[in-house]
């Protein structure tokens, strides 16, 4: 149980944060915002949420309305049968054909690099990618991977002991939008 959370940035940093991941994809694949090349792909449960605000920001910043998708890795972790609690196993919806397509995968926050490596696993199981790039709320040190974020909107210094934790008012209605840390 986490005996103090501290508040790192707010609702309003939060949300200049996502739309500067939507900023950064914009500038980077303007040529590619058609349904046909660019896909955002979230990851379960936060990560879709996020990608699905970087959609509506792209959507109303340049008119064109880039697919959407979802990852439930949990079949795909490595520390699935390590784990004492059940976990919910949440739906992957995919609707375009991803070969040859600019994948975007979003994720809340960067910490080991698992929960990307299992979802890069579940995405090569769809197909074959142009290219995959990651784009995560924030970043944080403990990387137990070699696996490092096209683009972080935070970069966040934490101990391996600390947690950071997303609340997003689709997720958590009855709590404080914001980036948190916790001892």
Excluded: C, W
């Excluded at 379960?44 to 979802?70: N, W």
């Amino acid at each position: 149980m986490d005996t103090f959370m501290e508040l790192l940035y707010n609702k309003e940093a939060l949300q200049k944060a996502v739309e500067e991941l939507a900023e950064r994809i914009i500038a980077d694949h303007e040529k590619d915002l058609t349904k046909e090349n660019l896909i955002l792909a979230g990851i379960q449960t936060r990560g879709v949420t996020l990608a699905r605000r970087i959609q509506e920001f792209i959507a109303r910043r340049t008119g064109h309305k880039v697919s959407l998708g979802s990852l439930g890795i949990t079949m795909y972790r490595d520390d699935i049968a390590r784990s004492q609690t059940a976990r919910m196993i949440k739906p992957t919806e995919l609707d375009a054909n991803i070969d040859d397509k600019i994948l975007i995968l979003i994720d809340d926050v960067l910490f080991t690099g698992r929960t990307i490596r299992a979802a890069m696993d579940e995405l090569i199981d769809f197909g074959r990618p142009k290219v995959i790039k990651l784009f995560v709320l924030a970043d944080r040190p403990g990387r137990q991977l070699p696996i490092q974020a096209d683009f972080a909107a935070k970069k966040i210094a934490a101990s391996e002991h600390q947690r950071i934790t997303i609340r997003l008012q689709e997720n958590d209605p009855n709590m404080d939008e914001g980036i948190y840390l916790s001892s």
